[in-house]
């Protein structure tokens, strides 16, 4: 049957759907894992900083106290700096965030490294280094959405992830072998040097990657990855997706005031909290407790870490196998973001026993392999929780992914800062193994009563959401 007979004028074609994105498999893939190595360097800054904060404490003639200030002030800035990148990110652009904010990091390592031990300058210089890393994580989370279709977007999140989660991990690892057998100012020399080595791959060969800005990345169609002379800002494309809100203080109070939002907000930060304990403790439970050396206490982290790649990978590929499947199933053909979340249970379940073994392991000095089965069994649980959670968010607002992504991690950071504080007074008051059990308890309760909150009441909080949003 010719074009004539099947309706159609003759010589005319109907044109293919346009692709969600242009961008290669080949460049989607370095592109992914740019944003992941980009995220990993801000929590590596924070992780490697652990096991040396006695030996920065006698550095700096303070308490560790004193110290574990300066753990709790870039925690702080860690939470708030995304939202000032990641609404002008989703607005203006990825590509001139990440040459801005990887250069100040840059600079804020050089200066740690070689600036007199005054406490006063390591408090400041450790804000504006967390200022400067803060903003990859929600830029690569925006970016990931730019260039990979809801369906697979919740594994290509979890290899994405694995920066952002394996920072504190292998931190600590490269922190104690810096601390133990070189000097602690090699701790951001090496972080200067390593992220210099990024930054000036991201300026050469990263492209812009927003949809409102290049559309789905045509405009790069053809050209070489490597751009010279390197522009600070992309070209625009002609068909483009749509723009996002001016970032002001009232689009993010709309944003986290949607209950998801705020929940999923809220969940994570707990479960972080309680991961960040066990972080924290780690270093003097070893040293203590079983007289490992800091090398070994570095080394230590590996178990989180090995539990961190496995729980992301997995959970991100069992979340898209779940979509799928919801899809296939759907007399319409399609399933909403919030299908993403119940399994988290599952993350929540194996993240409180791993908390409540930590506790009591710890407390009796049970066996070494049982306490990193433990802080894997942590790891792991949080990590599924994490993956949902992000894809999620991104899927949530999609002109806004940079921004929800911010706002997610919102709460988790200063929820850290403030355990960084408690936690030594409350295992010296209560002992570890009821302190750890409570924390065990407070994830079941909260974490888990919110996972069945919002199976239950997602659906009509979204309707009410798209009901809004159609009068406007």
Known sequence: MDK?????????????????TAFSNQRRNFILLVVTLAGFFGPLSGGIYLPALNVLAEAFN???TLINVTVSVFMLVFAVGPLLWAGVADYRGRRPLY????GIFILANIALAVSPAKYGGLVTLRIIQAFGSCSVASLGAGS???????????????IFLLGPQLGPVLGP??????AGQASWRWIFGFLAISSFCLWVLIIFCHPETLRSRVGNGAI????????????????IAEKRGPKAKVPTPKV???LFCYPPIGIVSGNTAILFASYYCIAITQPRILADRYHWSTANVGFSYLASGIAMIVGSLSGGKFSDWKRARAIRLSPTGTVHSESRLADQIWGVLLCSAGTLLYGWFSQYRIHPAAFLISTFLAGFGMTWVFVTSTSFLTECVPTQAASVFALGGLLRNPAAAVAAVIIEPLVDKMGLGWCFTGLAVMDMVFVGGAVVLLKLKCPSWRKSRESAQAKF
């Open 252 to 254: 993010y109070y709309h």
């Open 173 to 178: 690892l490269l922190g104690g072998l810096f």
């Open 99 to 102: 040459i801005i904010s990887f």
């Open 144 to 158: 990931v959405a730019d260039i990979v279709e809801p369906k697979n977007r919740a594994f290509a999140m979890s």
């Open 62 to 64: 303070v308490s560790g």
């Open 220 to 235: 790069y169609t053809g050209k070489s990855w490597i751009s010279w002379p390197p522009r600070f800002q992309s070209e």
């Open 4 to 20: 004539t007979e099947s309706g159609h004028e003759k010589g005319q074609e109907v044109p293919p759907p346009i692709p969600y």
